[in-house]
């Protein structure tokens, strides 16, 4: 009888994961490759990647085809493969993280029922999966995704590691835990380690001073961790490039100490960001910091949730630049934290607080605003210039992109905003409904916006320099963008340089070049670029962007 219900529940928990598997592949392979890639970090990985191909050493990251120290090879190696099966293209360079969106999925419904039950695995990915920013992630090309997997399944195997009553199970997640750590390290690097550390120090105060993992197998966490997490920096070391090291520490403290270029922000950044980014489950995750009951799994794995989640908030609130997705791990502590709220919920223990329905009003209008608002803008460009509104120049040029933007696109704001308050304001006696109908009116609106309002944005943001560049890229010229921009390097389709001073600005402008040159920067950088360079010409201005030449010098000409 035991062997037939054990069987039974294999096969419905299997039935589970073929559903997550389908739907995370619906999800997330599709419209990978309709449009561009964007500048920085999505085409900084996928150039590296190239570079990686071109140049046939799997060791060494480039870009510029020459050693980038700042990242490890892991997440490049990802994209080397997927280049590999579809070619060098956006779609090869965002589908690693498709196929993370998959089993991100999958691990949390398999954490989540392990630790509750199926019902809150399943709760814990549709939270997940719906909220705004994750989606989006998984439809991109940049490092983050993996990172925090790696990380998260460390931290958590750490966390069940603290309350193993058995030797073994103990074992077996302190090696997951030190493979997660360390496979993070050879993703984005040290800073995986960091976290980490002061998560297991919180936790190891919270649990009264005491380590609570036997010091065998501590010592065998720290072994695999250096194997797994110190591998390619060992690689690095014997091939002659011990200074790796200090290249990482010294990128992590520019990192703590200043600001990169246009990546500035103001303290609450992080905390702003997360409230909207992580829409609904946000909001239902404030609830969630809520938790009665006796020290065991559950409250512990609770404890370490919240300590992840203040420890990144804090850390990068601390760090001097603002980006978008450095507070990108706190998704899985909020994720869970919104899922507990939920359970709770449904089950009576909590309410659905009035504050929690307003918040959740507030915050979904001005998502839905914002959509149902752009079509406006951009319609009426000159009246807010005229009034002030938009003063910038380089903004005001990129307004002047030719789009397809309508009030049909502000129909998928409608729609969410109708979704959202259908879901307030109905199903009264049906919790279940309502929170299904708040999740998934947001999972239409990411998968929509994705479909039809991101290829407008990427329209007005950028489109006018990559159709340039590829454009240019089959004749026999040299292109070079005067700002930060990996653009240039793989949408040219550069090959390997026989002379690097093909990336020399300064040579480019004043030298003796073999090859006309022509130059992208912006309009609000006209007058400076212009003084600096004399010896360049423009050709014509698109959307902010101002196309420049200069004719070849060669010797005697």
Known sequence: MCLQNKFGMDKRILKYQVWIIIIGALLFIPFLGHVHLFDWDEINFAESAREMLLTKDYLTVRIFFKP???????????????????????????????????????????????????????????????????????????????????????IYSWILALDCKQRIKELVYILISAAGIGLGMLTKGPVSLLVFGLVAGILFLVNGFRLGIGWKNLILFFVALIFVGGFWFMLQVITGHADVIAEFIEYQIRLFRTKDAGHGGFPLYHFIILLFGMFPASIFAIQGHKYKGRMDRHKLVHIGMITLLWIVLLLFSIVKTKIVHYSSLTYFPLSYLAAYSINQILKGKFKFRIWQKVLLGIVGTVLGAFVILLPVIKEHKEYFIHKGIITHSFTIGNLEAVTTLGWGHSMIGVVFLLGVFSALFLYKRHLFTKIVTLFLSTLFFIYLSMIFIIPEAEKISQNAVIEFIKEKKDQDVYIQSCYKSYAVLFYSNQQIPKDNRIFDIDWLTAGETDKDTYFIFRIDKKEEIMKRYPNIKIVHEKNGYIFSKRTAQKSGS
Not at 80 to 85: E, F, R
Not at 117 to 143: D, N, Q, R, T
Request: hydrophobic share 55%; glycine share 6%; aromatic share 22%.
């Open 68 to 154: 980038f120290w700042e990242k490890p090879p892991l997440f490049i190696w990802m994209q080397v493969l997927s280049m590999k099966l579809f070619g060098v293209n956006e779609f090869a360079a965002r589908f690693p993280n498709a196929i993370c969106g998959i089993m991100t999925l999958l691990v949390l419904f398999n954490l989540g029922r392990k630790l509750y039950h199926e019902k809150f695995g399943a709760i814990w990915a549709m939270v997940y999966c719906c909220s705004v920013l994750p989606f989006f992630y998984f439809k991109s090309g940049i490092i983050d995704p993996w990172f925090n997997l790696f990380i998260f399944i460390g």
